[in-house]
């Protein structure tokens, strides 16, 4: 268990330690959920032809690239949680400072 010292705070290992593995376990989640999908989707589409498999084909293929945007936002997750954990004595500016940072690498994904 970390304690404040000096003008900071502490985080409680526990808490974050479990974020960190909550956030894992749903990305490996996600991962198998879209391989899963993207295998009944082709199985669907296999004999399907003309301008209705080509819409699907689209869709599937933003689907898709949902998918990889969930599964890096939830890298940028994990590391801002395990940012903040090495902050654990920190003052509240460098959190805020950590957190912008996360934020931002957001906002470019």
């Known amino acids: 268990m970390a304690t404040p010292t000096g003008g900071g705070f502490g985080l409680v290992d526990d808490p974050v330690i479990k ?6 376990e749903t990305g490996n989640e996600v991962s198998k959920q879209a391989r899963e999908l993207a295998n ?34 939830l890298g940028v997750l994990l590391n801002a949680v395990g940012e903040t954990k090495n902050l654990s004595n920190a003052n509240d500016v460098e959190v805020q400072a950590s957190f912008k940072a996360a934020n931002s690498q957001l906002n470019f994904l």
């Open 19 to 24: 974020a960190k593995n909550k956030i894992m």
């Open 40 to 73: 009944i989707i082709e199985t669907a589409r296999a004999g399907w032809t003309g301008v209705g498999a080509d819409g699907f084909r689209r869709a599937q293929i933003q689907l898709n690239e949902d998918h990889d945007r969930i599964r890096r936002l």
